[in-house]
């Protein structure tokens, strides 16, 4: 009996490991971009040194230079990778869901994209071609 009790502890703790709503709040805050690619090139200084990402519960608020984008996130952290979807609510990609993947690790977050309407990426790459942006972002301490 102790034996089963101690399988239902430990399997109870690995579900509340992968809660998407625990998950989220590890994300909350504001994140700058330390670096950045798209379609296998590296993003501009410029481009990196202007990116901010707040995150508050499921909504995002991204801004990269002159354009914003907001919508709603939803993650999956028991998937492997741990599954990102970004839904946008505004800016260039209002109405369209991207899929990705990403890694949370202390105050690091590193996000990998597909195009709207194409399959997560596998890895954290951006070859050419396959219009793959893969991020990496630093938390702000508050």
Known sequence: MKRYALLVLVAGFLVAADDPKDELKKLEGTWTM?????????????TIK????VIKGDQHDFRIGDETFKGTL?????????????T???????????LGIYE???DTFKVCFAKPGEDS??????KAGTGHILQVWK???K
């Open 34 to 46: 330390v670096s950045g690619e798209k379609d296998g090139k590296t993003l501009a200084e410029q």
């Open 121 to 126: 990426p596998k890895e954290f790459s951006t």
């Open 88 to 98: 946008d609510t505004e800016g260039p990609f209002k109405g369209k869901t991207l």
């Open 74 to 86: 939803k993650v999956e952290p028991s998937k492997k990778p741990k599954a990102i979807d970004a």
């Open 139 to 141: 938390k702000e301490k």
């Open 50 to 53: 202007t990116a901010k990402l």
């Open 104 to 106: 949370l690790d202390g």
